[in-house]
């Protein structure tokens, strides 16, 4: 009941870069490569999250058993406002420094084109992450893994990727990109819903 949710959270990230890697490579190969270069700074700058994420689980966790109501919503509180400096530090690099974020990398000017438009509108995306994924670390606390799960299946595979395809079939690859603000928002919106619920339920 613990174990799976947690297995397959660990593994959506990978299908859904996988699902995408297929689609974007239809569009050019400097497409492919610049997608991984996001992909790469991505995984950087959500290393802090995933350290907060941690705490979080397991102050919420030890809290429940000291039935402690405003602890655990504090550690909620300031976790969303953690999480949301942490995202808003990664977007500020993304929106205002794409060019020198790729520049290790020796880019084209081809590569500059279709990069700037994925580093600008994912980064700007960052703004709005911080409260589902602090809502999962708040659920999987709660002993509650599957609403965590169901929010990252949601947010990566369920809305991202057919958005991504859709979006594609247009033939202009920076609408494909725009499938990062719509999953994120929407996945907002469920961990909203989750929260109402798991806190009449288990919190109040």
Known sequence: RVGIPSTVMGSVSSFMFFLLNRLI??????????FGIYN??????LTPMVGLNNSIVSIVA?????RDKERIMGTFRWGVLYGFAV????SFCFLLF?????????????????GVPIFRIVGFTFLFS???????SLFQGLGE???SLFVSVARQILIRVPFAYF?????????????WPISEICSDLISMMFFRRIYKRKIA
């Open 25 to 34: 490579a239809s569009f050019s190969t400097t497409a492919l490569a610049v």
């Open 40 to 45: 790469r700074f991505q995984q950087f700058m």
């Open 62 to 66: 030890y809290n429940v058993g000291a």
């Open 87 to 90: 995202m808003a530090t990664a």
């Open 98 to 114: 794409p060019e020198v974020i790729m520049s290790p990398f020796h880019p084209t000017e081809e590569m500059f084109r279709v």
């Open 130 to 136: 911080s409260p589902s994924m602090i809502a999962c």
């Open 145 to 147: 893994g599957f609403y």
């Open 167 to 179: 979006l594609a079939q247009f033939g202009n690859l920076s609408l494909v990109w725009f499938c």
